[in-house]
């Protein structure tokens, strides 16, 4: 939090310091839609009527007001104003999202880092794209993370392709300062499996005669473990009538 001084110097009609007659003087804030806040705190009569308070920034906004009064009367001279901007990046207020909690193998989902500052504003200083790096942890799945974007106002995206099946957890660093704030996760489901099929001979002519089927299932990305399931074979169409048999897969499936 930043803070900066306010004072308040009474003076007489003439433009004198040191009035006589003063049983009281205060600071407050405008409020409003929009605005900026603060907080005030440690008044003090330094003397010779002269008063100074301690303003701490809190939400950023548009300019707020600082008001002044003696003896309950508002001072009527110019009045000053106080633009609160974002403070610097911290751990615990910024967050880590994911488009989709699932997602197959093979396919993408945005991953998104809101960076705030203590108080929860937008755009913090210290964030940029040469220090957002976001993870993928403590699970069994993996995947890739491609493109990384800064969506502007302190927001950052880049891709996650899932490859190995299963699940993770999502979080970022920020030159390299690990969020604090609850991470998101990802599950990596199985994805689509490339098949080829053989046969042993390649022409089977003669009646009667038997053919040996190979099928051969690997996964459409590398790496991104052994396929699961069964396969089925039919004879043309798939249908009851058609089917031939099925086997569970193995390393490669030979049915």
């Known amino acids: 939090n930043t803070t900066t001084t306010l004072t308040l110097t009474a003076l007489d009609a003439a433009g004198n310091a040191n009035p006589t007659g003063i049983a ?48 309950g009367g508002a001072v009527t001279s110019t ?5 609160v901007t974002p403070g610097a990046f911290n751990a615990g207020q910024s967050t880590v999202s994911v488009g989709s ?18 108080n929860g504003n937008a755009n913090p200083t210290g964030v940029s794209l040469g220090n957002v790096v976001f993870t993928a942890t ?25 490859v190995t099946a299963g699940s993770n957890t999502i979080s970022a ?18 994805g689509v499996s490339v098949v080829s099929v053989s046969a042993t001979p390649a022409s089977g ?17 590398t790496g991104a473990g052994t396929p699961t399931g069964t396969v089925s074979f039919y004879d043309g169409s798939i249908s009851s009538l058609n089917f031939l048999g099925a086997h569970n897969l ?6």
């Open 79 to 83: 009045l000053p104003t106080i633009t």
């Open 101 to 118: 909690g699932a997602v197959v193998s093979g396919n993408t989902t945005t991953v998104t880092l809101t960076s705030r500052d203590i």
């Open 205 to 221: 002519d003669v009646f009667g005669q038997s053919v040996a089927l190979t099928a051969s299932v690997v996964p459409a990305i």
């Open 173 to 190: 660093t920020v030159n390299n300062q690990p969020l604090t704030s609850s991470a998101a996760s990802v599950t990596v489901t199985p």
């Open 138 to 162: 403590g699970g069994t799945s993996t995947g890739n993370f491609t493109g990384l974007t800064n969506a502007g106002n302190g927001v950052y995206t880049e891709t996650f392709t899932g």
């Open 250 to 255: 193995s390393t490669p499936a030979v049915v």
């Open 24 to 71: 009281s003087a205060a600071f407050s804030l405008s409020t409003g839609t929009g605005l900026s806040t603060g907080a005030l705190s440690g008044f003090s009569n330094i003397g010779n009527e002269t008063y100074t308070e301690t303003f701490t920034g809190l939400l950023v906004g548009t300019p707020l007001t600082v008001n002044a009064s003696i003896n």
